[in-house]
């Protein structure tokens, strides 16, 4: 997986209520349940056979290697605790989400001008609308580089662009996808803001 996608995992993975399965044949339950039985379907998922699925569900196989373990985690993460995952989704959107990061951000300027391309550190909220796009997206296991575009078009939005006030009509997607970037990023859930 990618940074900002494994960010995303992180951040609503700390939402459960109750804590992930650790032996594999709970873990491998969990999924042929989220699947609705289905052994081929978590084969797929897991990139196995449904034979292997099979064994690991009657307890003949206990260990997994260390790819089908860490596939085991990452997919049975992603389908622990549906609603309250849908439900933190939901509450993060509607509040927005804190992106923290260090990357090349900048436009095309004039060499010394300060919105020049150059590494920085950014801690931001995007948007509501933002914010939903980019949990909606990873959530479905959209390609990093569509998140790595939301977050761009997102910080640029909030950073440089001030909600429209200035640098309008210039894109951030170019100095985003640079291969000089330096990508580290953390997402946080805010919690909705209380009405008074």
Same mark, same amino acid.
């Given at each position: 997986m990618?940074?900002i996608? /494994? ?9 459960h209520t109750?804590?992930v399965p650790?032996s594999?044949?709970?873990?491998m339950?969990?999924l042929?349940r989220?699947?609705?039985?289905s052994?081929? &379907?978590v084969a797929?998922?897991l ?5 292997t #699925?099979q064994r ?7 260990r997994p290697?260390p $790819?089908?373990a860490?596939?085991l985690?990452r997919? #049975?993460?992603?389908v622990?605790?549906?609603r309250?995952r $849908?439900r933190?989704?939901? &509450? &993060? ?5 804190v992106?923290?990061?260090? &990357?090349r951000f900048?436009f095309? $300027? ?5 919105d020049?391309?150059r590494?920085?550190l950014?801690t931001?909220?995007?948007?509501p609308?933002?914010s939903?796009?980019l949990l909606?997206a990873?959530d479905?296991g959209a390609?990093?580089a ?7 078009d ?6 440089f ?7 309008a009509?210039?894109s951030m997607t170019?100095q985003?996808?640079?291969?000089e970037r /330096?990508?580290m $990023? ?6 909705p803001?209380?009405?008074s």
């Amino acid at each position: 997986m990618g940074e900002i996608q /494994d960010a995303v995992d992180r951040a609503l993975a700390a939402v459960h209520t109750r804590p992930v399965p650790q032996s594999a044949q709970a873990r491998m339950r969990a999924l042929h349940r989220a699947e609705r039985g289905s052994s081929r &379907a978590v084969a797929a998922r897991l990139g196995t056979t449904p034979r292997t #699925v099979q064994r690991y569900l009657t307890g003949e196989i206990r260990r997994p290697g260390p $790819a089908l373990a860490e596939a085991l985690d990452r997919e #049975v993460r992603r389908v622990w605790q549906p609603r309250v995952r $849908a439900r933190a989704i939901r &509450a &993060a959107a509607a509040a927005g989400v804190v992106i923290s990061t260090r &990357a090349r951000f900048g436009f095309t $300027a004039a060499p010394g001008s300060t919105d020049d391309a150059r590494m920085r550190l950014i801690t931001q909220r995007l948007t509501p609308g933002m914010s939903g796009r980019l949990l909606e997206a990873a959530d479905r296991g959209a390609p990093e580089a569509d998140l790595l575009r939301m977050v761009g078009d997102g910080l640029g939005e909030n950073y440089f662009r001030d909600g429209g006030r200035r640098a309008a009509g210039r894109s951030m997607t170019e100095q985003m996808t640079s291969t000089e970037r /330096d990508l580290m $990023a953390t997402v946080a859930l805010v919690p909705p803001c209380p009405t008074s």
